[in-house]
């Protein structure tokens, strides 16, 4: 619905919302067309970003007065996006918890009450642009009878059914930490949509008080644009990247396969380069600790462990922790945590080097191989191999 009151803003606040508008516009192109975000519930989500963009681009055409000195803008406020935008949101978590159910044809009449009320403008427009032809009809009246019905429409029945309808859906999430995210979402999406409902109750008696509303309404779409663009997406898709990963690594262990194809023998190349290297920093073998250690490691993966410490594998030895240090210097030459680490890069270069990990992401293989953060991961492996992760992927392609 458009009801926003032209006012003088300050010359920041216009800067904010375009920004805003900006960045909405990135990121929504980011998830339609980047490799690492690209699914079909993103592009939903996409969408419902330019919906909140293009609310707030309206705000800022009122705010500037730009529509009424080109009336050709006009088809931006016409197009009615906040509508559009929960009837995105749903089918974007319809899609993102793979709701058991194939999508039905339910799913296209969300879009009726926002497409009824963007034509229902356009008429309106078009009966103002020619208002000479209605000679027994006021136009003023025609324009709050048809603004009447539709709000009506939406905030009895459109609004409150596309709520209820996403939040039954969110509830199909098998993750804990998809389903907490798409709660935090919706919840969001509940209080944008509450102020919209009121401003949309009370906007024909107290029009000329709407702007402070307004700047509430685009603080909540701006929080959401930046919110969505890295705490939920960009996490989802690194846990989703682990999960997977783990489950290729755990396939792996347990039915231990040594060769997997002829597409994986690059890593196998780098794993026996990696073995051989180490055979010639631990000249006494005789060490039963030292060789069971080896095969903890080897064979038993420890070191994706991310808390794995000195007390850890002095339980598992069953020596002192101060040992297991004296152990590791006297026999390799290194430290504990050099030690463990290299192991963990070892088997980052031949992920990397493995095309049934190409798609993906490099964070989230690190995490999986044993680091705890992106920063220890990127740091460990550079000081290994003199390269970062990414260049060391680009120059294997």
């Known amino acids: 619905m458009h009801i926003y009151k032209t006012s003088k803003l300050p010359l920041l606040k216009i800067i904010l919302l375009v920004i805003a508008i900006f960045q909405g516009v990135v990121i929504g192109f980011l998830f339609l067309k980047s490799p690492f975000f690209i699914s079909k519930a993103n592009k939903y989500l996409a969408f419902a970003i330019f919906s909140l963009s293009w609310s707030l681009l309206k705000i800022v055409f009122e705010i500037t007065e730009i529509i009424e000195h080109s009336p050709y803008f006009k088809i931006v406020e016409i197009i009615d996006s906040e509508l559009f935008f929960p009837a995105f949101i749903l089918l974007f978590v319809f899609h993102q918890v793979d709701h058991p159910n194939t999508p039905s044809k339910w799913l296209r009449w969300l879009f009726v009450p926002p497409l009824i009320s ?30 009447l019905l539709i709000s009506i429409l939406i905030l009895l029945f459109y609004i409150p059914y596309v709520l209820f309808k996403t939040y039954k859906i969110i509830q199909f999430s098998k993750l804990k930490k998809e389903k907490k995210w798409l709660t935090e979402l919706w919840l969001l ?87 051989k290297k180490r055979e010639i920093k631990k000249p006494d073998e005789s060490n039963i600790y030292y060789t069971k250690l080896i095969r903890l490691c080897s064979d ?11 007390d850890k594998v002095a339980e598992m030895l069953g020596i002192s922790p101060s040992y297991v240090s004296q152990l590791i210097n006297s026999i390799s030459g290194e430290n504990f945590s050099t030690y463990i680490n290299r192991y963990r890069v070892e088997e980052v270069q031949s992920l990397i080097l493995d095309k049934e990990f190409e798609n993906y992401s490099l964070l989230a293989i690190g995490l999986e191989c044993g680091f705890s953060s992106k920063t220890t991961y990127y740091n460990w492996f550079k000081k290994m191999t003199g390269m970062t992760p990414n260049t060391y992927r680009k120059i294997n392609q």
């Open 189 to 275: 999406e509940v209080m944008i949509l509450i102020i919209y409902m009121v401003i949309l109750l009370v906007g024909p008696f107290i029009i000329e008080e709407l702007s402070s509303a307004m700047q509430i309404l685009a603080l909540f779409a701006t929080i959401i644009i930046y919110w969505i663009s890295y705490t939920g997406v960009y996490k989802l898709r690194l846990l989703n990247d682990q999960i997977n990963v783990r489950a290729l690594l755990n396939v792996r262990k347990y039915l231990n396969i040594s060769e997997f194809s002829e597409n994986h023998s690059s890593a196998e190349i780098v794993k026996s380069i990696a073995h």
């Open 118 to 147: 963007t034509f229902s403008f356009l008429w309106i427009y078009s009966a103002e642009v020619n208002e000479q032809t209605f000679e027994s009809i006021s136009i003023e009246s025609i324009i709050s009878v048809t603004f």
């Open 300 to 310: 038993h993966k420890i070191y994706r462990d991310s808390t794995l410490d000195r």
